[in-house]
């Protein structure tokens, strides 16, 4: 019966779109205005709404051209008020979103998939609308952030899955930068990207213990963020610059003496002779 209804509902409708182009090409209307497209594009809109809740709501594909004809008339009303043109477009791609948010809501455990679509859509429909403000830093930072977000949600969904922290935190990190850069010195930016870089490693090691390793990257991008933050200060110059070579060296030392540290835990006794060597070699510089 409800496929009956639907199977109706189109014959009327390509019926009345036949007639329309009919009339057009033999002369008996114009130019078709932006008013009646708006009328046009949001009957078909109702047209597939209806199609979608008779024919069943698990049927989310019907959505799809609803959604986006109704975007499409709602775009037309905007215009006539005088709304930029980049409105219109967002409108469309945020249409093409909402299918795919209703099927993960209709099944998150197998249409957990449809969130990745959705969240790119959503996005660039964000950043069209954004880009009207002429502010490139906070487009930069949006797409920074929707990258780093989809791990972040990989992560907490699934907490085995510890690797989405290493990409997850650095990008959402990073987008801060680009709000940073007219703000800040470089040499501030430089050691926050570094820091950015070294803390999902540490949120790695403190997740799971058994991936000591992450505490290498992690020591050496952190000793590298701290000696930049210091030699932007300049705190020592001349013949003193080479105490920065030596706090270098000395971090490094530190990273492998942890290690060291956890020899009972880990097969990491091997990690004092670098801690050793780095110390020395910093006790020459200075």
Known sequence: MKTKAVNIIWGVLLVAVGALFLAQNFGYIGKISDQLWLFIFGGLSLL???????????????LFPACIFGALALGFALTEVGAADEIFGSGILFAIAIPFIVAFFLNMRENWWALIPAWVMSVLSLIVVLSTSGNDDIIGSLVLFAIGLPFLVVYFLNRTRWWALIPGLSMVLLSFIPLLEARASSD???????AGIALPFFAVYLYKREQWWALIPAGVFTTIAVTVLLT?????SGRYEAIYGSIFLLGLAATFGVLWLLRNSHETEWAKFPALGLAAASVVVF
Do not use: E, H, P
Not at 48 to 62: A, D, H, L
């Open 188 to 194: 501030f930016v430089g050691a926050l990207v570094l």
């Open 48 to 62: 597939f709404f209806t199609s979608y809740f008779v024919s069943g709501i698990k049927n989310w594909g019907w």
């Open 232 to 236: 932007a200060t300049r705190i020592f």
